[in-house]
């Protein structure tokens, strides 16, 4: 698991900050609006109205039609960190 909010902050790769919509789309049937706050190669930040309902891992859908198979890394209220599987 990637620790995208460890104590001194390092990461896999550089973030850009983001602001896209995105879903998360859980075994190709439920789908879970979202925003994306920061980007990078390896995950991404989410941006979520509830937890509730969201797996450990899960397909994520860009609004530029990317698409990404991912794995929590990290939870805090509204915010989800994910790694990228596919990166």
Request: hydrophobic residues 35%.
């Amino acid at each position: 698991m990637v620790n995208f909010e460890s104590s001194d902050n390092k990461r896999v790769s550089d973030r850009r900050r983001a602001l896209l919509g995105a879903q998360i789309i859980i075994e190709n049937r439920s789908i879970i609006d979202c925003q994306v706050r920061n980007i990078s190669e390896s995950g991404c930040q989410l941006i979520v109205e509830s937890q509730i309902g969201v797996p450990d891992t899960f397909s994520l859908r860009l609004s530029n039609n990317q698409k990404h198979e991912c794995s929590v890394a990290w939870r805090s209220q509204n915010k989800i960190g994910v790694a990228f599987q596919d990166a």
